[in-house]
T-cell receptor, first 112, second 118 residues
Framework: KAGVTQTPRYLIKTRGQQVTLSCSPISGHRSVSWYQQTPGQGLQFLFE???????NKGNFPGRFSGRQFSNSRSEMNVSTLELGDSALYLC???????????FGNGTRLTVT | AQTVTQSQPEMSVQEAETVTLSCTYD???????LFWYKQPPSRQMILVIRQEAYKQQNATENRFSVNFQKAAKSFSLKISDSQLGDAAMYFC???????????????FGKGTLLTVNP
């Protein structure tokens, strides 16, 4: 069974640009959650989707958004990028409403 | 709000020896999950072990075991017979077992960097 797949693995963007990250969960998993990891703030919850509905969102500005498609794949979007958005973005999936047990390899975003 | 504290930023252990990583948490809930995740340089977060708060028995997965003290809100990870491949950042995490609202998230500690010396 394929694991959680995140694309791309690396991204370099300029301040002010926008970026879209993709996450394909394990087959059959309907819950997808996103986390931001930085050296200063550690791992912080961004949002969680289940069956195309956002069930919870973390304490991030409105520039951070996401969505989930009918096949459970999820995307997150960051608009008007700032230097502080440089981070590793991790996606996790789980069956039904359970806690996230499987993470992807992450997308490393660098904003210059 | 729940908080998770890992008081040891770094730990080291000799290969084949045993090491214990500490984690404490704060919550007013009675039903929740606790996890230990491992993050090697490859960046992928790997689930090491999980514990449901309603279970009194400590979880064990091969060389990994936990000491769950619910009253003390303590959840330590013991790694026995340490191997070079155990070297990684270890994160303790909390998740409510109650469905709804803000409960669908993991709250992580800051992590403990484990070095395994040959």
């Amino acid at each position: 069974k394929a694991g959680v797949t995140q694309t791309p693995r690396y991204l370099i963007k300029t301040r002010g640009q926008q970026v879209t990250l993709s996450c394909s969960p394990i087959s059959g998993h309907r819950s997808v959650s996103w986390y931001q990891q930085t050296p200063g703030q550690g791992l912080q919850f961004l949002f969680e989707y289940f069956s195309e509905t956002q069930r919870n969102k973390g304490n991030f500005p409105g520039r951070f958004s996401g969505r989930q498609f009918s096949n459970s794949r999820s995307e997150m979007n960051v608009s008007t990028l700032e230097l502080g958005d440089s981070a590793l973005y991790l996606c996790a999936s789980s069956v039904l409403a359970g806690p996230p047990l499987h993470f992807g390899n992450g997308t490393r975003l660098t904003v210059t | 709000a729940q908080t998770v504290t890992q008081s040891q930023p770094e730990m080291s252990v000799q290969e084949a020896e045993t090491v214990t990583l500490s984690c404490t948490y704060d919550t007013s809930e009675s039903d929740y999950y606790l996890f230990w995740y491992k993050q090697p340089p490859s960046r992928q977060m790997i689930l090491v072990i999980r514990q449901e708060a309603y279970k009194q028995q400590n979880a064990t997965e091969n060389r990994f075991s936990v000491n769950f003290q619910k009253a003390a809100k303590s959840f330590s990870l013991k790694i026995s017979d340490s191997q070079l491949g155990d070297a990684a950042m270890y994160f303790c995490a909390y998740r409510s077992a109650t469905s709804g609202g803000s409960n669908y998230k993991l709250t992580f500690g800051k992590g403990t960097l484990l070095t395994v010396n040959p």
